[in-house]
T-cell receptor, first 113, second 114 residues
Framework: QQQVKQSPQSLIVQKGGISIINCAYE??????FPWYQQFPGKGPALLIA?????SEKKEGRFTISFNKSAKQFSLHIMDSQPGDSATYFC????????????FGEGTQLTVNP | DAGVIQSPRHEVTEMGQEVTLRCKPI?????LFWYRQTMMRGLELLIY????????DSGMPEDRFSAKMPNASFSTLKIQPSEPRDSAVYFC????????????FGEGSWLTVV
């Protein structure tokens, strides 16, 4: 029940295209859903996050869509760029401290020029 | 701020040796986390501290692993004795309450046990 399932494992997109990564969770107590971006040789860094009281959050080219009833959330990268090539992790946590982040398996995104 | 600082960045050691990984969290952060990343298991939370006190160590794989946080600016993760299956990237991360739930990761310590 603590798992967060992420798909696809890898994704190849052409420059300018839309990248979509999906995550699903089981634990309805989760109330914080961040996405992290990780470049090779670096630690993960927060990209964007959402709470379940909204269905969508947009920051620049990055959008999280959240479907509470389906227990699913997704990351959309509009106008994908080669610089977006990285590994993306969804995650979830619960409670006001939200300390115990449960990560998805990761998606390796490659954006071809 | 300099971010979360980890050392060493890379370590190669022989099986059976003791390994000590070090972490300096972001100043003012009161939560500190140790994660392990492998291809097979992804990102796993090993242990986390709040105000220097271990809160949840249920992710520590076995007794060979131990972690300490003697003060607010320093933590260690020790593996004794090390085994080849401990080879992974170990990340330290920190956060503070009041700025959302953003957890800031260090750049990791790449451990290879041969």
């Amino acid at each position: 029940q603590q798992q967060v399932k992420q798909s696809p494992q890898s994704l190849i997109v052409q420059k300018g295209g839309i990248s979509i990564i999906n995550c699903a969770y089981e634990n309805t107590a989760f109330d914080y859903f961040p996405w992290y971006q990780q470049f090779p040789g670096k630690g993960p860094a927060l990209l964007i996050a959402i709470r379940p009281d909204v269905s969508e959050k947009k920051e620049g080219r990055f959008t999280i869509s959240f479907n509470k009833s389906a227990k699913q959330f997704s990351l959309h990268i509009m106008d994908s760029q080669p610089g977006d090539s990285a590994t993306y992790f969804c995650a979830a946590s619960m409670g006001t401290s939200g300390s115990r982040l449960t990560f998805g398996e990761g998606t390796q995104l490659t954006v071809n020029p | 701020d300099a971010g979360v600082i980890q050392s060493p960045r890379h370590e190669v050691t022989e099986m059976g040796q003791e390994v000590t990984l070090r972490c300096k969290p972001i100043s003012g952060h009161d939560y500190l986390f140790w994660y392990r990343q492998t291809m097979m298991r992804g990102l796993e939370l090993l242990i986390y501290f709040n105000n220097n006190v271990p809160i949840d160590d249920s992710g520590m794989p076995e007794d060979r692993f131990s972690a300490k946080m003697p003060n607010a600016s320093f933590s260690t993760l020790k593996i004794q004795p090390s085994e080849p299956r401990d080879s992974a990237v170990y990340f330290c991360a920190s956060r503070t309450v009041g700025l959302g739930n953003t957890i800031y990761f260090g750049e990791g310590s790449w451990l290879t046990v041969v």
